[in-house]
């Protein structure tokens, strides 16, 4: 077993009620966290990821350390587009109102614990937790078990929130190593519409580490985006599991595009739980020094006439590693099910990998469905066509290598944020001697 | 211009010319016929600067300099345009984007500033009109899914905006019905003058009858054996390039 001693100390300190509607799950939670533990390599799921060392240290349990961040210290790490936007701030896990700004009304915020006892606590009782059912290692446990500070997020019936909402995952790492667990339970009422946009900054070079686990509802006919940005210094890894559930007939945008970081692990779920239902993941990753992206997907057809189209697109240099994993199910009624998925990979450098493995698990007979995976080096044909041109080498690299990532660029509709991510891209191309 | 002296090159430890000699003065068009195999686009190639292949002998000077030391993208600043047999497909690059950037990063090479979107674009619609393309073409990822024809006017079109000194056709030709080749040949005519001068590689005569050489060369097993006008190319139509071996074997023979 892992080094988890001093989580349980902190776990006994909270001296969870009794009564508290959460408190039950949250403590068979960590119990399924001290029987499961931390998986290893030789968990099929993390057979590329090492994070068991990233546990075997002592970090600082978020919740104990309310945040010092001021206004003053958060206006440099606001997104482009803030201006409009709708913000959330979590500092080490914990929602911090004073630093948000719900611009759209059509958007409500409340902690889980109240959400479950007020109105909304049918939705809770149903869909919160639901990502249990798709992890089999303690991490998403561990995180259930500690949901302080977590929070409901509410869209309402038939609306169109305009503007985007910003969600800023901040790790204040000044003064110790710290461990962050946000925790969101997102419902996407029938017929809305909305824009979510989630970034990772971390504060200091204290080792950090995120686990966060989202969970988002799609009701009837409402139509979602989701878009993970990742920028995160080297000291700072995370485990960020996307979990949404289309319970109605509805459509799901989601990008993840993941530029930096320590270890970076994403488990996106996209339960296509309602016939119609349509899901599209796209993904990007450019990575370098020493960083490790793992992208595990899973695309779960519960029910008939259900669509998703997948393409993850990476680049890798130095000794930066990459893991792609897509499961795609189809459950025994989902027949009609159309689902689609690629992976391509490119490698700028010789100590660069990638492990690549589409999964796909059928057990209905009228059904549509392909996966491919490419891995190579850049184009060299491509780069002498180009340098024939006058392009010299470096710039020749650079337009390949944003030709290849156009695609997924493209699929960033709020306009502030696709601007930011090419430009952090180009910034890249132009900075590293390739 | 171009002064090629006994050049020997090859790929992968084959050697495939051994030992070119030819003269290219301004204004001339020169055209090197040749049987599949006989090194043509290795010639173009090696001249390009494709780093697969490897010269193992003699020299080429280009505007006085020493053409094999450029990288391929310095060549280009010198005026050396290469259209390609195989043009490649670029997804995510517009035609555009990319050719602003070759013009701006040539203009750069040979010390002018970058040209203006107005003055750009005033370039690009006179070229576009001149190879007879559309403007969505051009805002496509250059090549993808562009059909043969489209392919080698784009060639030509990145070959009049970026105005070289040697323009060396490697089999423009190929794979192109009869109307796309009076385009495309016309194009090449158009941007003719007396201080560039065209090298054109192809198999067959048809382009010929467009894109009429001052001297024809025959390239044969990594050499060229004859030499000649316009005619030569006719009799080569004529006789197929049996009649080039059948000599080639009898000088063997005799000697």
Same mark, same amino acid.
């Given at each position: ?20 509607p ?10 399924s ?90 939705i ?16 998403q ?5 500690f ?31 710290v ?11 029938q ?19 995120t ?9 009837q ?12 210094q ?182 502030p ?18 | ?11 992968? =430890?084959?050697?495939?010319?051994? *030992?070119?000699? %030819?003269?290219?003065?301004?204004? &001339?068009?020169? @055209?090197?016929? !040749? ?11 090696v ?5 697969d292949?490897?010269?193992?002998? =003699?020299?080429?000077?280009?505007? *006085?300099?020493? %053409?094999?030391?450029?990288?391929? &993208?310095?060549? @280009?600043?010198? !005026? ?7 043009p ?10 990319f ?12 010390? %002018? ?143």
């Amino acid at each position: 077993m892992n080094n988890n001693t001093y989580l349980k100390e902190s776990f006994d300190r909270l001296n969870l009620p009794g009564s508290s509607p959460l408190s039950s799950i949250r403590k068979a939670a960590f119990k399924s966290f001290d029987v499961m533990g931390i998986p290893t390599v030789r968990h099929e799921e993390w057979k590329y990821t090492r994070i068991s060392s990233l546990f075997n240290k002592e970090y600082q349990v978020s919740f104990q350390n309310p945040t010092s961040l001021n206004a003053a210290e958060f206006a440099p790490l606001r997104l482009p587009g803030h201006e409009d936007a709708s913000e959330l701030v979590f500092v080490n896990g914990m929602y911090v109102p004073g630093l948000s700004n719900l611009k759209a009304s059509a958007f409500g915020i409340t902690s889980l614990e109240e959400a479950a006892a007020n109105q909304y606590s049918e939705i809770v009782s149903e869909h919160f937790n639901h990502s249990s059912k798709y992890l089999t290692d303690g991490v998403q446990a561990l995180n259930t078990a500690f949901i302080d500070g977590g929070v409901f997020m509410h869209v309402q019936p038939r609306k169109f929130v305009k503007y985007p909402v910003y969600i800023y995952n901040i790790t204040d790492a000044r003064v110790a190593s710290v461990l962050s667990q946000p925790r969101s339970l997102i419902h996407i009422g029938q017929g809305a519409q909305v824009q979510l946009v989630e970034t990772y900054i971390t504060l200091g070079t204290s080792e950090s580490m995120t686990n966060e686990v989202m969970e988002i509802v799609v009701e009837q006919d409402a139509i979602l985006e989701y878009y993970k940005i990742q920028n995160d210094q080297s000291s700072a890894s995370q485990v960020s599991t996307t979990h949404i559930r289309q319970v109605g007939k509805s459509v799901v945008h989601t990008v993840t595009v993941s530029l930096n970081g320590g270890i970076v692990r994403n488990n996106l779920h996209a339960v296509l739980g309602a016939r119609f239902a349509e899901a599209h993941l796209y993904g990007l990753y450019f990575q370098q020094g020493q960083s490790h992206i793992d992208n595990h997907t899973i695309v779960d057809n519960v029910m008939p006439d259900c669509q998703s189209n997948e393409l993850y697109k990476g680049i890798l240099d130095n000794n930066s590693t990459g893991v792609f994993n897509g499961k795609i199910f189809v459950r025994k009624d989902a027949q009609k099910t159309n689902a689609f998925q690629s992976n391509k990979n490119v490698l700028l450098s010789e100590n660069a990998n990638v492990n690549t493995k589409p999964q796909l698990e059928i057990f209905a007979d009228d059904v549509k469905c392909s996966h491919g995976c490419t891995i190579g080096s850049l184009d060299e044909e491509g780069l002498f066509y180009l340098q024939s041109r006058g392009v010299p080498k470096t710039q020749a690299m650079a337009l390949l290598l944003q030709g290849f990532a156009l695609d997924i660029l493209e699929k960033i509709k709020p306009a502030p944020i696709r601007a930011y991510v090419e430009d952090l891209i180009a910034q890249r191309l132009t900075a590293d001697v390739l | 211009m171009l002064r090629i002296q006994n050049l020997q090159a090859g790929i992968e =430890g084959r050697e495939i010319l051994k *030992g070119i000699n %030819l003269d290219i003065k301004p204004g &001339e068009v020169h @055209a090197i016929m !040749g049987p599949n195999g006989s090194g043509k686009s290795t010639l173009a190639s090696v001249l390009a600067g494709r780093q697969d292949y490897t010269v193992s002998g =003699g020299s080429v000077e280009f505007l *006085g300099k020493d %053409l094999l030391e450029l990288s391929p &993208e310095d060549r @280009a600043g010198e !005026g050396l345009f290469l259209g390609f047999q195989y043009p490649v497909e670029i997804p995510g690059l517009s035609t555009t984007n990319f050719i602003k950037t070759a013009v701006n990063e040539v203009r750069k090479y040979r010390g %002018l500033e970058p040209l203006d979107a107005v003055a750009f674009l005033k370039m690009m619609k006179e070229k576009m009109s001149l190879m007879e393309m559309e403007q969505t073409m051009l805002s496509r990822s250059l090549n993808e899914g562009f059909s043969g024809g489209e392919k080698k006017r784009n060639e030509i079109f990145q070959m009049a905006m970026l105005q070289p000194k040697l323009a060396i056709l490697d089999e423009t030709d190929s794979g192109l019905d009869i109307d796309a080749i009076r385009i495309v040949a016309n194009g090449v005519n158009k941007l003719r003058n007396k201080d560039n001068a065209v090298l054109a590689i192809t198999h067959y005569q048809r382009l010929l009858d467009y894109l009429v050489p001052d001297f024809v060369h025959v390239l044969y097993n990594g050499r060229i054996v004859k030499s000649g006008t316009k005619e030569l190319a006719i009799e080569l139509e004529e006789k197929g390039y049996d009649f080039i071996r059948n000599e080639m074997h009898q000088e063997e023979e005799v000697s």
